[in-house]
Protein backbone atom coordinates (compact mmCIF):
# COMPACT_ATOMS: atom_id res chain seq x y z
CA UNK A 1 0.00 0.00 0.00
CA UNK A 2 1.19 3.48 -0.65
CA UNK A 3 -0.07 6.59 1.27
CA UNK A 4 -0.06 9.85 -0.38
CA UNK A 5 -0.67 13.70 2.13
CA UNK A 6 -1.32 16.74 0.24
CA UNK A 7 -0.10 20.61 1.07
CA UNK A 8 0.32 23.65 -0.15
CA UNK A 9 -3.46 24.54 -1.28
CA UNK A 10 -5.38 27.54 -0.18
CA UNK A 11 -6.57 30.85 -1.54
CA UNK A 12 -4.78 33.20 -4.13
CA UNK A 13 -5.49 36.04 -6.43
CA UNK A 14 -5.46 35.56 -10.47
CA UNK A 15 -2.13 35.72 -11.60
CA UNK A 16 -0.66 34.43 -8.35
CA UNK A 17 1.04 31.25 -7.41
CA UNK A 18 1.48 28.31 -5.36
CA UNK A 19 3.19 24.96 -4.67
CA UNK A 20 1.71 21.95 -4.08
CA UNK A 21 3.14 19.06 -2.39
CA UNK A 22 2.54 15.53 -1.80
CA UNK A 23 4.49 13.11 0.36
CA UNK A 24 4.63 9.12 -0.22
CA UNK A 25 5.21 6.52 1.94
CA UNK A 26 4.49 2.71 2.20
CA UNK A 27 5.76 0.51 -0.35
CA UNK A 28 7.07 3.48 -2.44
CA UNK A 29 9.39 1.32 -4.38
CA UNK A 30 6.72 0.68 -6.44
CA UNK A 31 5.65 3.76 -7.50
CA UNK A 32 6.63 4.51 -11.29
CA UNK A 33 4.51 7.38 -12.28
CA UNK A 34 2.74 10.14 -9.86
CA UNK A 35 0.37 12.92 -10.78
CA UNK A 36 -1.80 15.67 -10.06
CA UNK A 37 -5.82 14.94 -11.02
CA UNK A 38 -8.33 18.16 -10.20
CA UNK A 39 -11.93 18.19 -9.60
CA UNK A 40 -13.92 21.63 -9.66
CA UNK A 41 -17.78 21.49 -8.53
CA UNK A 42 -20.06 19.90 -11.64
CA UNK A 43 -17.00 18.99 -13.55
CA UNK A 44 -15.52 15.84 -13.88
CA UNK A 45 -12.35 14.96 -12.56
CA UNK A 46 -8.91 16.15 -14.96
CA UNK A 47 -5.60 14.57 -15.11
CA UNK A 48 -3.66 18.07 -15.04
CA UNK A 49 -0.06 16.50 -14.99
CA UNK A 50 2.11 13.44 -14.56
CA UNK A 51 5.87 12.40 -14.47
CA UNK A 52 7.22 9.33 -14.79
CA UNK A 53 10.98 7.66 -13.70
CA UNK A 54 13.50 9.46 -15.59
CA UNK A 55 11.37 13.01 -15.57
CA UNK A 56 9.36 12.51 -18.60
CA UNK A 57 5.83 14.80 -18.00
CA UNK A 58 2.83 15.44 -19.25
CA UNK A 59 0.74 17.95 -18.93
CA UNK A 60 -3.26 19.29 -19.75
CA UNK A 61 -3.10 21.74 -22.60
CA UNK A 62 -4.74 24.53 -20.66
CA UNK A 63 -2.23 24.35 -17.86
CA UNK A 64 1.26 24.09 -20.32
CA UNK A 65 3.37 26.51 -19.94
CA UNK A 66 1.87 27.66 -16.37
CA UNK A 67 2.08 24.36 -14.33
CA UNK A 68 5.35 22.19 -13.97
CA UNK A 69 5.38 18.66 -12.72
CA UNK A 70 8.32 17.84 -10.36
CA UNK A 71 9.69 14.88 -8.40
CA UNK A 72 12.09 14.43 -5.47
CA UNK A 73 12.79 10.61 -5.40
CA UNK A 74 14.91 10.95 -2.26
CA UNK A 75 12.33 12.45 -0.37
CA UNK A 76 9.56 10.65 -1.83
CA UNK A 77 7.74 13.54 -2.94
CA UNK A 78 6.20 15.25 -5.94
CA UNK A 79 5.12 18.97 -6.50
CA UNK A 80 3.19 20.86 -8.89
CA UNK A 81 4.40 24.62 -9.19
CA UNK A 82 1.56 26.66 -10.54
CA UNK A 83 1.95 30.02 -12.07
CA UNK A 84 -0.25 32.18 -13.77
CA UNK A 85 -3.33 31.17 -11.73
CA UNK A 86 -6.63 31.59 -13.61
CA UNK A 87 -9.93 31.50 -11.61
CA UNK A 88 -11.02 27.81 -13.89
CA UNK A 89 -8.06 26.26 -11.94
CA UNK A 90 -9.90 26.47 -8.78
CA UNK A 91 -10.85 22.94 -7.72
CA UNK A 92 -9.59 20.06 -5.39
CA UNK A 93 -5.99 18.79 -6.38
CA UNK A 94 -5.92 14.75 -5.97
CA UNK A 95 -2.12 13.67 -5.46
CA UNK A 96 -2.12 10.35 -7.30
CA UNK A 97 0.49 7.28 -7.69
CA UNK A 98 0.54 4.25 -9.62
CA UNK A 99 3.13 1.28 -10.18
CA UNK A 100 2.41 1.00 -14.28
CA UNK A 101 4.91 3.08 -16.22
CA UNK A 102 3.28 3.92 -18.58
CA UNK A 103 2.89 8.06 -18.73
CA UNK A 104 -0.23 8.69 -21.07
CA UNK A 105 -2.23 6.05 -18.64
CA UNK A 106 -4.97 8.21 -16.78
CA UNK A 107 -5.41 5.22 -14.44
CA UNK A 108 -3.68 5.18 -10.52
CA UNK A 109 -4.22 2.63 -8.00
CA UNK A 110 -3.41 5.73 -5.51
CA UNK A 111 -5.12 8.53 -4.79
CA UNK A 112 -4.28 11.22 -1.63
CA UNK A 113 -7.38 13.09 0.16
CA UNK A 114 -7.03 16.25 -1.92
CA UNK A 115 -6.25 20.08 -1.36
CA UNK A 116 -8.46 22.84 -2.43
CA UNK A 117 -6.89 25.33 -4.62
CA UNK A 118 -8.76 28.79 -4.75
CA UNK A 119 -8.27 31.48 -7.32
CA UNK A 120 -10.35 34.41 -6.64
CA UNK A 121 -9.80 38.41 -6.25
Known amino acids: QVQLVESGGGLVQPGGSLRLSCAAS????????MGWYRQAPGKQRELVAS???????NYLDSVKGRFTISRDNAKSTVYLQMNSLKPEDTAVYFC???????????????WGQGTQVTVSS
Open 96 to 110: VADPVRNLFDRRYAY
Open 26 to 33: GSIVSISR
Open 51 to 57: IIDGGRT
